[in-house]
């Protein structure tokens, strides 16, 4: 029996139940990552480490999450994404009590940069194709609806945080919020399933005419066939695109806060424009895989990445509160639509085919460019005193990734003819 296009029918899928789990598993990586640059000026004051020391920490992790995420995959793909992220959240927990309870430069960059860096990609990897599984059609809905979380998780959590630093301490806050994150994980996991089959129910937008087609049959992983995926252009200009725009975005996460405060602006406020960023970008995490899955996803990222580039001038430019959070705001949309779009155009080019390796090793150009652009603003600093050098790397290395998109193969059909594959096999 088919689906039947109603709001009704819409509401009550199960689907709902496993983006909205999805959406709380992506908050974990992402606060870890945003949160970082609340944390640089209180490792500064509380041990004396140097900027560039405390940002290593930030690379280490960056890096570690970049080469295990094809591992990561791998994992999601043979074992479940629910097994694999039980097992990240106990990392997740580990990593976050030992990091509340350092004292040395060594231990920060285990906990914070071995431990934590692999928890991340075994929670954020296989969460995507999983609910992206969910999906027969509409892919861009569910996309916007599980990309939000990139911003949220910041969102709710930087100002917070900010203030709980200040009022109960760094230590007190990452035990607490390393254990509570972790309660919550192991509860909602109860109701996770990997895949509509796996749960006996029709992925959104089924309808009677999928019952008998070939996609069907592309539900499970096939090395032969990610062999036919690892051949296309695209799949290494998508890691290479993943890499430019990390590398533009890591350094003004990383930096921000601490730019801000150099300049004269309090600790609180300075927060304010990193969650600012992060607020302002929900809407083109959500809105752009949507107008990506409609009308094409190329066009989307290009305007992404070069907005990203040209709005981080500003900051070369000001000293006030108020030029600091009109750059948050220029600067929020299109790095909200930089990474998110990446699924849609996936589904675009490679079909229903399991996209855990391929979103894998996406993440891993992503992590690397993380780890060294979380790297740069440091050695910067540390060597100039100023903030300059690296805000224009950041606006060339995605103003680079805007010039690989636009050799990028058009997605209007898929790339690799997969009935002729299985009628081969």
Not at 386 to 401: E, M, R, T
Request: with cysteine; charged share 10%.
């Amino acid at each position: 029996m088919g689906m039947s296009f109603t709001l009704k029918s819409y509401l009550k899928h199960y689907v709902w139940m496993i983006v909205s789990i999805g959406v709380f598993v992506q908050m974990i990586g992402s606060a870890l990552r945003n949160i970082f640059g609340i944390l640089v000026d209180p490792l500064n004051v509380n041990f004396n480490w140097s900027v560039g020391e405390i940002g290593i920490a930030y690379a280490v992790m960056s890096l570690t999450s970049a080469l295990s995420s094809p591992f990561s995959g791998w994992l999601g793909d043979k074992f479940g994404a629910r097994k694999t992220i039980f097992f990240g959240t106990i990392l997740f927990l580990v990593g976050m009590l030992w990091v509340s309870f350092m004292n040395n430069l060594w231990e920060f960059y285990l906990a914070y940069g071995l431990v934590l860096g692999f928890s991340q990609s075994l929670i954020g990897v296989p969460i995507v194709p999983a609910v992206i599984s969910w999906f027969r059609r509409h892919v861009g809905l569910g996309t916007g609806a599980l990309m939000v979380s990139w911003s949220l998780g910041p969102a709710l959590t930087i100002q917070i945080l900010a203030i709980s630093f200040v009022n109960y301490g760094w230590r007190n806050t990452f035990w607490v919020l390393g254990l509570l994150v972790s309660i919550i994980t192991f509860v909602l996991l109860i109701f996770f399933k990997d895949s509509p089959e796996k749960a006996g129910k029709k992925p959104f937008g089924w309808l009677e005419e999928d019952e008998d087609s070939k996609n069907n049959l592309l539900s499970s992983f096939d090395l032969s066939k990610q062999r036919l995926i690892y051949r296309t252009d695209a799949f290494w200009h998508l890691v290479n695109i993943h890499f430019w725009g990390c590398v533009g975005h890591a350094i003004i996460l990383v930096c921000i806060i601490p730019l801000a405060i150099n300049k004269g602006i309090g600790s609180i406020q300075a927060a304010g424009v990193l969650s600012t960023i992060a607020t302002v970008s929900i809407l083109s995490r959500f809105f752009f895989p949507i107008i990506g899955d409609k009308f094409g996803s190329r066009f989307i990222i290009f305007i992404s990445f070069l907005g990203q580039g040209l709005s981080v001038l500003i900051l070369l430019f000001t000293d006030s509160t108020f030029g600091f959070y009109v750059f948050a705001v220029s600067f929020g949309i299109p790095y909200g639509g930089e990474g998110t779009v990446h699924p849609v155009i996936n589904r675009q080019y490679f079909g229903q085919f399991p996209m855990g390796r391929t979103y894998g090793w996406q993440l891993f150009g992503a992590g690397l460019g993380m780890a060294l652009g979380g790297i740069i603003p440091g050695l910067v600093f540390d060597l100039s005193n100023s903030y300059d050098i690296a805000i224009i790397i950041s606006c060339v290395s995605s103003l680079i990734g805007a010039i690989i998109v636009i050799i990028l193969p058009k997605t209007s059909k898929e790339l690799i003819d997969w009935n002729l594959s299985l009628e081969q096999t």
